[in-house]
């Protein structure tokens, strides 16, 4: 069976996947919801201060803020990058700029704070705009 299963991928490679389709239990509504989100936080506007967005013409939206929280387990020692909790911290505050129906932001600041159940966290806010 082993060598069934290779021959089978052996020859997929061999005639480079023509005519194969493959399918996913994600329905095209949650699909398309995410490409649209991703689609979306990448056409924010970013502005460097408030200042800077009210000179543009930007309305206001209100307050936001992103968080990310690194848990270990006792089984291994957690590697806890800063940098990627910031990364994570500012998706989701991208993503709170498209809740508020906003599509530009300014990012205030990311800071280190201490939670119960985090080995580190960070949280980052900022103002959303429509702009």
């Known amino acids: 069976m082993k060598y069934f299963s290779l021959l089978i991928c052996a020859v997929s490679f061999l005639t480079g996947c023509n005519n194969v389709t493959y399918t996913t239990n994600i329905d095209d509504e949650v699909l398309s919801e995410h490409v649209s989100s991703h689609i979306k936080k990448r056409g924010l506007e970013q502005f460097y201060s408030v200042q800077d967005a009210l000179d543009r013409?930007?309305?206001?939206?209100?307050g936001i803020k992103g968080e990310s929280c690194d848990v270990s387990d006792d089984t291994r020692t957690s590697s806890i990058s800063y940098n990627r909790l910031k990364s994570q911290a500012i998706e989701s505050l991208k993503n709170n700029v498209l809740y508020l129906g906003g599509n530009a932001f300014t990012l205030e600041q990311c800071q280190s704070v201490s939670r119960y159940n985090c080995d580190l966290a960070v949280i980052c806010t900022g103002q959303a705009y429509n702009y």
């Open 57 to 62: 013409g930007a309305s206001p939206l209100g």
